[in-house]
């Protein structure tokens, strides 16, 4: 043994190391809970929010499939020839026919009359979704004997019921069924003629389809084998084309719709980011202090002989090992609520969120938890390597040995790279990742220097003449060892992510409640000749519905831009003015004020126009880059065989996506109000039976008006909407929830940090309410500072979302706000206070051993 | 006799606040293998930094400690941590067990380190020999002051070092305690033939050892055979 | 769709999400809605067509292709004394017609060639109620102007209408005719309807070929009143 040399390149010890993790994390599985809590939590919000994520692309998609109703449409307005015939007779594994063509049906029975789109079926279709009617069944059995489904709407109007009939053309067909909703109405065309479907084998008799009928073809197709439809559609294109035809697929549908979900989307991403960087939070801050309570046991190893980097491995082996743990623990949990939520809400949400086990979001759960475990822990864990053996003869290690280790510069790269590449995999831009890290980071460096000053000014304000109490609570803001900056950082985070969810939610809920629901148009009435307008309003306030918007429309042409006129366009090829801008018929307002939906882009809004002079006109923003036009340039338009010069006076961005009246140009008044025009009424209608009675009452009074029914079309889009706003307020709801248990744990993790002290306090015969009034004072502090300081970013910060991200105007209500930091004041405190009560009721030597 | 530790001109100074201090100077002695010896001193006299410094926990500022013809001073960290593992034990005033293992777990941890064989046996047996055989599932907070520190010495032990650094070692237990566990300290340390160096500042507990070497203000004072030399 | 344009010209303008928005209208038309120069009733006499879509030849590349400009073109070459007005104007019904027209009987109109009803049919306004505008546009345009001629073109809705609304849709020219000692054009669209190769895509709207036929129409009553 004397001649043993030492062996300094001892191999490392795998499975001891292993061996050691676990050994070391015995005693301490209840704090370890907390680092996991923060894991588990916030895994369980990523797992649920990519399964609902998925889950409502899955619905999505569902629902553009029921839009059209097959996989493949094809339609046109003319029938196909036999050679086209024969190609599409070729194609899917079961194929449906329609016509469909507006014709005036008859109800015998209330000897009323009424323009109505006929939809002749022959097949199975649709394939996705249902002919939906009352009673069910009626939806597939009327295409087996002389019947028909009716639209809801016009039943009502002709006060019709199921069993009644209705004369097509020359043919009668029993009413067996009311019809609610069904495949491809979803289109501007319903809403104008309400639907009556009947089978197509008794076309023929109706005597509708002759030489010079307006019918409209359309073929359904199913194709239960897999097929490549993009190709196969593509191949069919030039063909069709020359037929006029024109197809639909679901993949096609599916863009379309998905456009609009795109704020959800992208707030989903934002949910699930939020989620996963308030569990980081929570290691970081749970790893940081757990670290530092294993100091001592650190050197005793290292005493005995472990290396540094032996020590590192033992606790990064353990950090990954419980993060493992904790991510498995929070997938599991993610999944169950996804599955438990909307059974217990399902009484209070009008439709179903399918429910499916994603294992893609499992997965990425639980990949996502090890790895931020992993990065978020090593910052803390690096400092294990400089722990000193010495440390067993005296306790001495120094927070500045973390700071001079080069280690972490290594770290703070690899947890940027990960959040940039993280935020790119969410957000699948560069510039938005790189502008969403240097978000946090700008946070972050805020939260630091916010503690930083508070730990300085403390410092210097506190005075010999405080009482012993506020001077004790104060001081350990700053005394060594003390938790200010670790504790700013994390209650700071979390309250700025809960408030700028809270925020972006609210202003995202707004969005969607805009564009649907209560007190949005979803009836038009046009062609109100000018003489009617006002008893067309009045009767409408009679039938209690309120008149959302009457406004004047008048028809125009451009005559001449700069003087140059369509003529000279063809003979001068370098005017940069399109053709159609001289052949369109413009439908044009007049009014002194803008809309809502406006927003006035360039030049100056000019209301009123003045007599003799040149009208200032307001053109819309596409109109005004399609015909190159700049502010002040002269138009005459004309009216109708008036030539009326005018100038651009203002440029004006249109939010075409509501359902009310926009216009390309807008006059001043004093200009067309004698122009011919006729007056367009917006309202809604709450009901289809009120519908019906309004539309019956139009009728009578005013044959002329047409009426579009927009109920019917919106309802789908309704029920999409609120789909959408019930996944924001849930995922938020959840990632605040996940917020709250974070900011917990971290606080809770403090107690340690106390415990020596309060215990010592109490020996030396401190009082409970003395000991309590101390931490209340320093977590009261922390928590409301930091609070504050975290809802001040999440302003800064929600705003910025808001206007570059999900573009939407910015709105703030202040009250929620200020609620959320005494709640998380409070919060902060009465855990605080939590932590020191296992002190206060425990003989003080019981605690010293424990925790030893 | 053979020379296990040699100290030659050592010193130690700490930077604080922008002072110098200077803790140890000019330390000169060297121990023989297998003898026990004392170091002692008034509080603050530099008697922990000096067995630091000896044991290789930490690194001086001027002079040497060669520790069975090795040069600490040349070590890098890891360096000292394998010798430590191989020849050096230790006793602390507050046992530093390491509170999430059990106390054969703790007698164990050198021996595993090392990669050596009938580790769970031989512990079992250092745990017998300092009579807590039956108490070896216990975690630390499960046991009393001596018996954590017979703990203590069954891991100390348990690598049969060369050279054994007790830091007040009866600091923190009562009288009779102490005595019982001094008496276990010497007695394994006579049947391992291992090296002693204690730590103290009580005289009574010195004077068990063959030398007592005293310091006070960071300089040896004296350095004398006992009657059991 | 088609069969609804008219009203789908206006949803256009009413945009909302689920249709295909902000999209230039398909309209490509260049047709005057008058003559590119103004009436100089001092030294000519003038030809009002006042009508829908058909008359300002909605969805051609040149508005002079529509059947009021073919019968321009052959006035001008007969060296007649009249001066062609097009008040066409698309997407108009009978009522709006009634409501827009003293706007257009500020110019005096020796001949008035009345060309609405179409979107009536289409929308399937009561024929009643159609009847009741044209007779109230005949009226007035009378009332303004004693001498003048009027020239009543007949229009149809497709079979697919039903027959029964069909056939009192097209009875009202005729009745018309008789009633107000106008002349008619039995059907507009006699030899263009129906047959895809003289109709735009939409299979409403004539193309400048069909436009030629329709022209020939007109103008075989058109000449006798000249």
Known sequence: METNPVNYQRKMNIPWLFNMAWRDSRKNRSRLFLFISAIVFGIAALVAIYAFKYNVQNDINGQAATLIGADLSVSGNKPVDSKLKKLLDSLGDDRSQERSFASMAYFPKSKGTRLVQVRALQGNFPYYGAIETTPEQAGTSFRKGQMAVVDKTLMLQFNAHVGDSIKIGNSQFLITGILNRAPGQAGAVAGIAPVVYIPMQYLEQTGLVKIGSRVNYSFYYKFTRPVNLDKLTKKLDPMLDKAGMRYETIEGRKENTGRNFGDLSRFLSLVGFVALLLGCVGVASAVHIYVREKIASIAIMRCLGVKASEAFLIYLIQIVGIGLIGSVIGAALGTAIQHLLPVIFKDFIPFTISVQISWMAIGQGILLGVIISLLFALLPLISVRNVSPLNTLRLSFDDAVLSRDPLRWLVYALIMLFIIAFTYLQLDSWLGSLFFTLGILGAFIILSAVAWLLMRLTKLLINSSWSYLWRQGFANLYRPNNQTLILMVSIGLSTMFICILFLIQNLLIGQVTLSSGGNQSNMILFDIQNSQKDSVARLTRQQGLPVLQQVPIVTLRIEQINGKTAADLQKDSTIKIPHGVFAYEYRVTFRDSLSGSEKLTDGTWIGKAEPGKDIPVSVEENLYHRANLKIGDKIVFNVQGVEMPAYVASVRKVNWGKVQTNFQVVFPTGVLEDAPQFQVLLTHVPSTKVSATFQRAIVHSFPNVSIIDLGLVLSVLDELLNKISYVIRFMSAFSIITGVVVLVASVRISKYQRIQESVLLRTLGASRKQIFAITALEYLFLGSLSALTGIVIAFGGSWLLAKYSFEIPYTVNYLPALILVFVISILTVIIGLLNSRGVLNKPPLEILRNNA | ?229 | MHKFKLTFLLLTTLIFAACDQNKKPSTDEGAKSSTAAQPDAATSKTVLFFGDSLTAGYGLDDPSEAFPGVIKDKIDSLKLPYKVVNAGLSGETTAGGNARLSWLLKQKVDIFILELGANDGLRGIPVSETSKNLQSIIDKVKAKYPEVKIVLLGMQVPPNMGADYANKFKAVYPDLTAKNHAQLVPFLLQGVAGISALNQADGIHPTAQGAKIVANNVWDVLKGVL
Not at chain 2, 39 to 55: D, E, R
Not at chain 2, 68 to 74: D, F, K, M, R, S
Not at chain 2, 210 to 220: E, F, P, S, T, Y
């Open chain 2, 1 to 229: 006799m053979e020379t296990i530790l040699n100290i030659s001109d050592l010193g130690k100074t700490y930077q604080s606040a922008g002072r110098t201090l200077n803790v140890l100077h000019d330390i000169n002695f060297s121990i023989a293998a297998g003898s026990t010896n004392a170091i002692v001193g008034p509080s603050g006299s530099g008697k922990t930094t000096l067995l630091g410094l000896c044991a290789g926990l930490d690194r001086s500022s001027a002079g040497a400690v060669e520790l069975n013809g090795i040069n600490l001073g040349n070590l890098t960290e890891d360096q000292r941590a394998q010798v430590r593992n191989q020849y050096v034990g230790f006793i602390f005033q507050n046992f530093q067990l390491l509170p999430t293992l059990t106390a054969l777990e703790n007698v164990m941890v050198p021996l595993e380190l090392r990669n050596e064989k009938n580790i769970r046996a031989r512990a079992l047996d250092l745990l017998d020999k300092v009579g807590l055989a039956d108490r070896g599932h216990h975690y630390p907070s499960q046991l009393s002051g001596g018996e954590q520190q017979r703990v203590s010495l069954a891991r100390a032990f348990s690598n049969s070092p060369k050279i054994l650094f007790a830091d007040e070692p009866t600091g923190n237990l009562d009288a009779e305690t102490s005595e019982k566990v001094v008496k276990l300290l010497f007695d394994l340390n006579k049947e391992a033939g291992t090296t002693l160096i204690l730590v103290t500042h009580d005289l009574e507990l010195a004077a068990k050892t063959q030398r007592i070497i005293r310091i006070k203000g960071g300089q040896l004072i004296a350095d004398e055979k006992t009657i059991n030399g």
